[in-house]
Every structure is written in C-alpha cells, then in structure tokens.
C-alpha cells in the first residue's frame, strides 16, 4: 500500500492525504455499520484525478471507494476493505444550465440545496429530495429518490447522462444530452444505482423544471395507516396532481411534536404538496381534499406561506433526528422496503405489529405515494444485543416486504447490509448477471469491494 | 445446421419450421434493409420454450434472433447471419392488470392495440405509441417512445420489470413490482433497448395510467418551423400539460391531404393533444394557445369528438405511409435524430436546405416536445445509387444532429446500419463497454449479431 501511496503522491502531490483526522472523517456513514479507515484519502479536482487514481489502483489491486457527502444510510461510502477514498467533493461546479432545454450538467460533488440556490436565479429547481444535504453524484450512485418522485420521477429518471471512469481509468460518456436515446445499451441506468462498484461519476447531466408558480402544501390526519393508504391508492388512480404525498404515523408524529416544535394532532398524518398555477393547484387540492375525506381524512389545512410550508417539510424531514434523539448516542439502523402500493397498507399494519410485539420503538414514516417506507430505528452501535434484535426485525420486514411483490430497498441501495437480501429478492441468476457485468468491467474488484455483490458470486 | 433444427425439433416438435415461406416472412422488417432467411423459425409458446431454443443453439453457437411483429424500422428484426428466428408472436397473453397499482403484466407477443383494447375495461391505457401496431416485447428490446413521451414518457421509463433468457438459457427476473427499487444493477434498463443482442424478453410488467376523462385534439398552423417550435419550447418551459406536441412540415402535410382526405391548410402544422379532467384541459389548451399564437401560430381549432380526433391521429401516423404513396414499390429509409428542444429548429432547417440542394422529396414529421424528427424518406430497395444518395443525405443529417449534442436514434434503434455512427456519437470507449458486457452475457455472440456493436469491437 505505501507503494500505491507513493505513487499517487507523485501524480497528485497534495491531494493525496493520510491524515489520521482526514481518513477518519471518510470511514463511515450515517448509518450504524462499523466504520473503517481508508489508508490514503484523495481529493480529486477533475475526471482527470478520477482517472489517474484509479489507473493506478488498478495496478495495484487497491480498492478505491468514492466520496461525496457521507449522508448515506447504509455503509455504501464506507471503505470495508481499506485502500483509497477517491474524495469527489471539490468537484463541485455547475457547469452548464439550460433553461430552453430545461437540463444542467454539473460536477458530482454538488450538493442539492447548492443546486438548487443555483438554479432558483433562472426559476428552475431540481426536485429529487432524499431530505439529507447529499452530493449529487452520491444520489445518482444510490440511485435515491426521496418526497417528490410521485410526481417528478428519482434519480433514475431524471439522470441524462453520465461521466463515469471506469476502473481501468477510462472516460467514459454515457449518453448526449438529447431528450431521449436509443443509441446502444442504456449505460447510463447501468451506472445510476450502482453504488460506485462499476465506475467513478464524475460529470452528470440531470434535467431540471420551472419552479411552479404555486406551491401548496396541506395536512390531514387519519384514524389508520389503512384509512390514509387506501385514500392516497385511490387519488393516485384518479391521477390527481399532487407532488409529494408523505404519510407521517402517529408515533412519528409525536417524536416531529417533541423535536421540532410543530403541534400536529396525535393522529397519522399526510402531508401533501401541489405544484403548479393557482388555478391548476387550486383544482388539485379540491380533488385531493376530496377523495382523502371520503377515506376519514379530518382536519385540512392548506397553506401556501413559504415560511409555513418550509417548516412543515423541515419537520417531515427531521423526522429521523426526531427520532434519534430518543436514544443519545444511538446512530441511524436504516429500513427502507417499497412495495407495490395495493399491498402497502397491509404491509405496515403487520410491521407495527411486529414493532409492538417485539417491543421495538419505531415510529414509521413514508413516502406512500411509491408504496416506500422508513421505520426510524436507531441503535448504539455497541450495543451488539440491541443490533441483533434490529437485525432479526429487519429480516422479518424485508421477508415481508418480498412476500408482497416489494424490494429490500426503494432508494437507499443494497450497501454492506442487504447483500444477501438482494439474492432473496431477485434470485441468484439475476444476480449472477450482475456479478458477471461487475467482473467484465471491473475484473480486479477494485470499484467499492463488499457492497452490492457478494465477492465470491458469479 | 441442420443438427441443431433435429434438435430443436425433438425438443419442441410442431414449434419448428422451416418452410419457405415462413422463412421468408421472417427474412425483413419495414425498412429498406436487404433481407436475409433464417434456417429455421421456432413458434415459441413459453419461457421454456425460450430457454430451450437458447440453450440448444448456444450450444451449437447459432445465431438467434427474436421476432414480434416485424415491424421495426433499422433492420432489428432482420436475421443477417441466418440461424433461428425465434417468433415470440404467440406469447400474446395479458397475464395480470392492476389497477390500484396502475400496472400490468404481460407476454412480449401482447400487440399495442390488443392491450389497450384490454386495459381499457378497467378504464386504463398504455401510453406509448409508436404509430405501427408493434408488439409490446418489441417496443422494449428497440427503446420504443412515439407520440406521447413529452407526457408519460416512453419504454424505458414505463417497463418496471421485464423477465429474460440470456444466451445460455437461464431465465432471470430483473425487478420485483414495486413503483421504485434501488435495488443492485439496473438489469431492466440495461435489456430495454438493447434490440435482443443480450437476451430474449419474455415477459414485461409496464406502468399503465387511467384513461383521462377528457381528451382534446387541436391543430395550429405556422409560416416557419422555427416559429413552431420556439412555441413549444415556451411551452414545455412554462409546464403546459400537453400529452402529445407533434410537427408535420408543409410537404408531410400536402402528401397527408392527398392519401388521408383530410384538408388542413399547406403551412407548418402543430397537432397537439391535452388529458386531464374538463377544468384542467380547458386551462391547458388556453395557455398552450396563448403561447403558441404569440409565436406565430394561426387556425387554432379544437375538438374533443372521438371520431374526429381518431382520424387527425391516423392521418399523423400515416404520415409516413403517404409519403411511400409518393413511390410505388418503396421502402422506408428511415431517418430518427433528436437533439436538445433547443438546437431543434436549426436541426430541422439545415436538413430541408440540404434536402431542397439535393433534390431529395422528404416531408418531415417531429415529436417536437422531445426534439425527435423524421425525415421520410422512401426507396426503391434495387435502385442502389438512389440508396445511395439517401445514405449521403443521412450521413451528413447524423453529422449535423450529433454537432448539435443529439443523437442518431431517438427511438428506432441502431439495428444494422447506424453501428458505426453509435461510434461517432459516444466514443469507442463507451462502445467498447457495451461490448465488453456483451461479451460477459452472450460469449458466443449467439444473440442477434451483427446489431447494434460490431462484432470486431472490444
């Protein structure tokens, strides 16, 4: 390694680091899985960095794990096998912004509230909203979505194209900028997703929209999760245009009431969101309004006060805090299932009871209208006892989960934990393509080694 | 050869043929490209039967291509290294519907019409519409979108999940049903588009919608495309909820009267198309107007009478086939560059002087809200110097798209003849890992050679 070391040293002088400080600042996530230190930290400037860094690990047999913000939620930026982390977050230009084509292309270290303070001067606004302050380039690798994919689409969708080097270090681009494409393999989804374990991203180009002219936001509460579900089901059908529609149960409710200050009824709650003209959103919230009290939705309120509807959201989003705070020094046991949404009601009333009955504190939040939910656990990563209990809770979910037609994962990734979830999910020839796209890419296994793919599949 | 069809005949008796005619259907698809007879055609009824045919001819390293309705438009279907053609027409089942979670699932074989006749008892629609009456498993493998994709997006945003045969037989599910998934590679994207060089698909889970209460058709004229489409691209900025935005140039529209009966004035035509409930359409159309006769447009006229709208689309779709009537004995040379919304207009007008200074009769038709257009063009196959003028006329219209940040292919594919121009358009670096994960899942080259990379690449 002290070779490897050397060598990057020579082709990249001071954006080589190995400081203790440093290297411990890149060994872990936001997640409870035990941290691990890189040996050498890079701060890469330019794809040409990228490059060079992996032309050169790649030599060596060095795992190389990219960086962007450390917000992930399930050890994927977490270097488990040691060797380099490739440090994105100095890329962080914006290089280009179209309001004609309603696209921008940036560098993957932009962050998303960065992005979008940009993009507000020209009346644009990206929408993908994971919640935490994530780098883009983070997103687009964990394929993330967050509060607005009912209407906007997640990363997936809204990821043009990419700059990736792979790790043999070339560049790679995977699409132009057109609209749409059916110019060869669709290398671009190929990379959204795959959590830096087939490539470094280091250019995206994402498309954008015009800030609406109205942004609305409203709450109702419910006596049931199958009340409020049953609703959103039926509004979705309907195709009533709303942007964010985010069930918040009432134990959540109540940690949101403890930490932020807010005073919602101790009930579960929707929080919806319309976008669009004051007549088209005024439409929206009758429809809405409508369909959801026909399902026991009480109490609407609607408000278009930015300072209002920001507060509300903040706390939609500091839900996990919330949460957190209910156990100092407890880090965050990330679950993330997404089933199809028919079989969402059923799926989280068996989970509440599954949390009574094993005397879990788990309060529940989701973004109903893709059928994905969090329960908000948290643990003292010592506790190993408490781990344990967690971890056979979350077999149970995501066994669950499976058995209704749904995923291990809506939009956190497979990470370190889900390695085995995933073979359970989609079987081991599924699988087993992907490990043989991992081992003609990246023969050496030196893109992030331990995540997604078992080393030893394939 | 002849081995393998004893083989496959013991394995799959009647479901082989190898009579001539048959054969001969099988030997071309719409386009100009020469034909070329498969030795055999096998009927497949069933993923086994998939499997089987895959595992008997990998074994034997025989090229198999898989075929729906033969109504691709590069050549996709075309066996050009003979070998079986493996006809997926009888898989032609709708397996499941659902409409609380707006999806459905069915075999590659289903035909558009056919499933929109289904979906529509349940009040639902399958959006993408390609004009020819394709097959569904089809529109997947050749990244198929049409005229709705400026509202709902085409194949690769609507397939959710899609279950495969790759070369070696083995049968793989890409994704559980659930409306989002971060869940390991994105196998589903990476099969759609990939025109059958990778795998055989065998079934297909698509997002469907609920038919609008209202839809309304509506046609404007212009005296120059440029002022057209600098409406659309006002349009598309401020979020005009329009469901399809079509151009179809002066020339289209005189050969359009001539072979459809209907009368619209000879001028630049916009022929749009608005879903929603009655308010939201009336506020659509209202701005959409507003906006388009700020650019120009003229003759707004409106209908929502079925009839009416249904002969307005046909005669749209017919477009192309109006302009064959301009040459008996012709085929389709086709033509299918897309660019940035923004580059559109200087695309579009550099192509009709080129085709003016060429003497080239080629009305033009655009799925402007993506920045798709077609030049159709049409040939005698035989008359090689007339093939060759048009592949002068598309060499240099490719040239010009790719100048302008677009692609060769927004929709039809690269299939036999754009191999090289994926080249210029992406780098041999990209084409290379295109060829590198072709290589790791079909290492015989078994899976419709000769499309979309060279066999020599990589």
């Known amino acids: 390694m002290s070779m490897v070391i050397d ?106 509230k960065q992005l979008n303070e940009y993009l507000s001067r020209d009346g644009l606004f990206f929408p993908v909203d994971p919640g935490a302050d994530a780098t883009l380039g983070g997103m687009a690798s964990t394929g993330a979505s967050g509060t607005t994919t009912v209407k906007y689409g997640a990363m997936k969708q809204l990821v043009m194209s990419l700059t990736v080097v792979t790790a043999n270090g070339e560049i790679i681009t995977t699409s132009r900028r057109a609209r749409k494409t059916s110019a060869g393999y669709d290398l671009t989804h190929l990379f959204v997703g795959s959590e830096g374990t087939l490539g470094v991203i280091t250019e995206l180009t994402l498309r954008v929209f015009g800030i609406p002219e109205v942004i609305a936001a409203a709450t109702m509460q419910f006596d049931s999760v199958r009340e409020a579900i049953d609703g959103v089901i039926e509004a979705i059908q309907l195709n009533v245009g709303v942007a964010r529609i985010e069930l918040v149960d009432r134990e959540a409710v109540v940690a949101v009431n403890r930490h932020s200050g807010t005073d919602l009824p101790h009930k579960d709650l929707l929080l919806l969101e319309f976008h669009g003209s004051a007549e088209s959103t005024a439409l929206d919230i009758a429809a809405a309004r409508e369909v959801l009290e026909r399902h ?101 979910l995501v066994k669950r989960a499976l058995s209704l037609e749904g995923t291990c994962t809506g939009e956190h990734g497979i990470g370190i934990g889900k390695i085995d979830y995933l073979v359970s999910e989609l079987g081991s020839e599924a699988v087993n393509v992907m490990a043989m796209i991992k081992a003609a890419l990246d023969p050496n296994c030196i893109m992030n080694p331990g995540k997604v793919i078992a080393e030893t599949v394939g």
């Open 296 to 396: 026991g939705g009480q109490g609407f309120k609607q408000t278009t006060d930015e300072a209002e509807r920001r507060k509300l959201w903040q706390a939609r989003h500091d839900a996990s805090l919330s949460c957190r705070a209910h156990q100092p020094g407890g880090r965050i046991f990330s679950t993330d299932v997404c089933v199809p949404i028919s079989r969402l009601s059923e799926c989280i009333e068996q989970t509440q009871k599954d949390l009574a009955e094993s005397k879990i504190y788990g309060p529940l939040v989701g973004h109903v209208g893709d059928g994905n939910f969090h329960v908000l656990l948290t643990a003292d990563p010592n506790d190993h006892a408490a781990i344990e209990r967690l971890e056979q809770f979350h077999t149970r």
């Open 7 to 112: 060598e990057l040293k020579a082709a990249l002088g001071e954006k080589v680091s190995v400081n203790e400080t440093i290297r411990e600042h890149h060994s872990k996530d936001e997640s409870f899985h035990t941290p691990t230190l890189p040996e050498a930290v890079v701060f890469a400037t330019s794809t040409q960095d990228v490059a060079t860094t992996l032309r050169i690990c790649n030599d060596h047999r060095t795992p190389v794990v990219a960086w962007g913000a450390g917000t992930s939620l399930e050890g994927n930026s977490t270097p488990v096998r040691g060797g380099v982390s490739l440090d994105l977050s100095q890329m962080d230009k914006i290089l280009r912004v179209s309001s004609e084509d309603l696209d921008c292309t940036i560098q993957p270290g932009v962050r998303r």
